[in-house]
């Protein structure tokens, strides 16, 4: 990678499409971690690149609001801000508190160490499917099917709607690509789709609730009041693309990575028994290739961050990408170490109210489903050129040949 000059830094959707910018990310941590970084159809933000300052924010959600201008780089319609303030990841405390508390319990490590079995099952059935000596696509024929088997026995889909929510969320977080958004209505007609679906489940669960997460939805209160049908809705899909998209490209990542690492894949087939190792594989795994580039706040005052003034309405963006390869944290940042400990990423976020509900079940389902591959062929070759999301806001791989062996 060609090491920029400060005035070239470019952060948008485009410079992800080709590549996840490190070599811009080490400038900006070495000569200017608070950066002020235009947009070309508005006023800019600060890009935050110290690990230190990504926690810092993240703990202050009185100061750092993610409900005053949404939790995305460019600035939303009316209409956008009114829903996402319904979604988790929308909401300030209190009100974030209160509504976490609905869905806590079926993310508690508790209930993850239930489904751990369960996860293992389903992974090893994912693994025998695959043929060896054959090539496949690994995004749609694994990596997306055991998130979305989970999430959606968890919220109470029935399996004949998998297909369509993989579609769906594609639509949805795909907006500034277009394989997925065939049109700029396109996100818009997904919601809709998704929401008649939450209707009609949610319609059934009222009369007939069953120990799944939409029932809990239906029948539970906040501040004593019933969730109105569009919360409910805007639970559904929330819970569904962090679900379903992220840990899909945690593992698309994880598998590129061991696909690309020689040394990698045979220590880690040679030791696919190794609980310890692999622990610590997953925790750099996630370092490595974290699922969601970055998390925006707007200032609620006027404020300084490493002596950089910042107004209040000002955006301060979180690279989490770049807190992960904070060489003041890290040992030898760019060096993917699968015995890394201790190893603190911020790939859930930086700690506070927004730390990732379902960081538990992430790192279930990779450790399951990477180490059921690897039994089953532990050898993995790439057949052609991996192609990468054109998103600012999402870490995906949207096409990944493989052949296992």
Not at 278 to 303: Q, V
Not at 399 to 404: A, D, H, I, K, N
């Amino acid at each position: 990678m060609t090491a920029p000059a400060l005035n070239e830094v470019n952060l948008l959707e485009d410079t992800w499409a080709r590549e996840v910018p490190h070599a811009q990310f080490k400038l900006l941590r070495r000569e200017d971690p608070v950066h002020w970084h235009e947009l070309p159809d508005g006023e800019g933000f600060f890009a935050i690149t110290k690990h230190e300052d990504i926690i810092k924010l993240s703990r202050d959600p009185e100061l750092w609001s993610v409900e005053k201008g949404s939790f995305f780089i460019r600035d939303q319609t009316d209409q956008s801000l009114e829903n996402l303030a319904l979604t988790l990841v929308g909401m300030d405390p209190p009100k974030h508190s209160r509504f976490r508390k609905l869905v806590n319990a079926a993310f508690a490590p508790r209930m993850i160490r239930k489904l751990t079995e369960d996860i293992k099952r389903r992974a090893d059935l994912l693994a025998q499917k695959i043929e060896p000596g054959t090539e496949l696509e690994f995004v749609e024929t694994v990596a997306s099917r055991l998130p979305l088997e989970v999430i959606c026995e968890m919220m109470g889909i029935p399996p004949e709607d998998e297909d369509h929510i993989i579609d769906w969320s594609n639509r949805m977080v795909g907006f500034q690509d277009p394989d997925f958004r065939t049109t700029p209505e396109d996100g818009t007609v997904a919601a809709a789709e998704i929401y008649l679906r939450c209707n009609q489940l949610a319609e059934e669960r009222q009369t007939d609730p069953r120990d799944d997460i939409v029932s809990a939805l239906v029948h539970g209160e906040v501040d004593g009041e019933k969730l109105t049908t569009h919360e409910i809705n805007m639970f559904f899909v929330t819970l569904i693309v962090a679900g379903n998209e992220t840990t899909r490209n945690l593992l698309s990542g994880a598998l590129l990575e061991i696909a690309q690492n020689d040394a990698l894949r045979e220590d880690l087939a040679r030791n696919v028994e190794d609980d310890a190792l692999w622990r610590s594989a997953t925790e750099e795994f996630l370092r490595w290739n974290g699922s969601i580039h970055n998390f925006r706040r707007t200032a609620t005052r006027d404020t300084e961050v490493r002596g950089v003034k910042i107004r209040e309405g000002q955006k301060a963006v979180l690279f989490y990408t770049s807190g992960n390869r904070d060489e003041d944290i890290f040992e030898n940042p760019d060096v993917f170490d699968p015995r890394r400990t201790p190893n603190d990423h911020v790939t859930f976020g930086g700690g506070g109210p927004h730390f990732c509900l379902g960081s538990g079940l992430a790192r279930t389902e990779i450790n399951a489903q990477l180490r059921a591959i690897l039994r089953r062929c532990p050898n993995v070759e790439l057949t052609g050129e991996h192609r990468r999301m054109r998103s600012d806001f999402i870490n995906g791989i949207k096409y990944l040949p493989v052949r296992f062996s």
